[in-house]
């Protein structure tokens, strides 16, 4: 079992430019969760999908979308970055709702400029 | 909206030394949850709790449920470099809130 896989690792953006975090989990979690980590602070929600075919925004959803492809797999697209945006995002996933422990995947450290 | 507090933000220690972080909530509980996060590395869940006065332990580290499911605590029994990083905890009230965590240091 890989748990929580993210790509890619790292990520250089102009401002302006769009990308897609790719996130997949192989423990068949109903909920999956984009989180992201600035320096010295905890980890911020921005979207979460509870189950397969539904999403729902989190604490700092401004400029982000997210797509539940499938079970599997959940994604955050930034349309236009922003150097606010740097930062590390983490994809997590827990087997039914937050009552549930959450497994995070390595992270993404992307940074605008 | 649910507030979440972690105390203290730093704590350097000298191995050997006991340490505690603090986590409080301005609303009651259905849960809390203790993360760990080594630098560069990702949050690993450590457990949870669930019942109030709940204590539960794993080696050297002490986990603590308020009798008012609003306040838990981390205690670490002589320190060992390998316990560095960020603790975290997250309170779940309908939603999961993350408190910005605790560093710990551990000096050899």
């Known amino acids: 079992n890989a748990g929580v896989t993210q790509t890619p690792k790292f990520q250089v953006l102009k401002t302006g430019q769009s990308m897609t975090l790719q996130c997949a989990q192989d423990?068949?979690?109903?909920?999956m969760y984009w989180y992201r980590q600035d320096p010295g602070m905890g980890l911020r929600l921005i979207y979460y999908?509870?189950?397969?075919?539904?999403?729902d925004k989190g604490e700092v959803p401004n400029g982000y979308n997210v797509s539940r492809l499938n079970k599997r797999e959940f994604s955050l697209r930034l349309e236009s970055a922003a150097p606010s945006q740097t930062s590390v995002y983490f994809c997590?996933?827990?087997?039914?709702?937050?009552?549930?422990?959450?497994?995070f995947g390595p992270g993404t450290r992307l940074t605008v400029t | 909206g649910q507030q979440v507090m972690q105390i203290p933000q730093y704590q350097h220690v000298q191995e050997g030394e006991d340490f505690t972080t603090y986590c409080n909530s301005s609303?009651?509980?259905?849960?809390i949850q203790w993360y760990k996060q080594r630098p560069g590395g990702h949050p690993v869940f450590l457990i949870q709790?669930?019942?109030?006065?709940e204590v539960k332990k794993q080696k050297r580290l002490t986990f603590q449920f308020g009798e008012a499911k609003k306040n838990s605590s981390l205690h670490i029994t002589a320190t060992q470099t390998t316990d560095v990083g960020t603790y975290f905890c997250?309170?779940?009230?309908?939603?999961?809130?993350f408190g910005d965590g605790t560093t710990l240091t551990v000096k050899p």
């Open positions: 997590a996933s827990s087997s039914r709702g937050v009552i549930y422990e959450q497994y």
């Open positions: 423990m068949n979690h109903n909920s």
């Open positions: 999908s509870a189950s397969e075919g539904t999403t």
């Open positions: 609303t009651t509980l259905s849960n």
């Open positions: 709790l669930v019942k109030s006065g």
């Open positions: 997250a309170a779940v009230a309908g939603k999961s809130t």
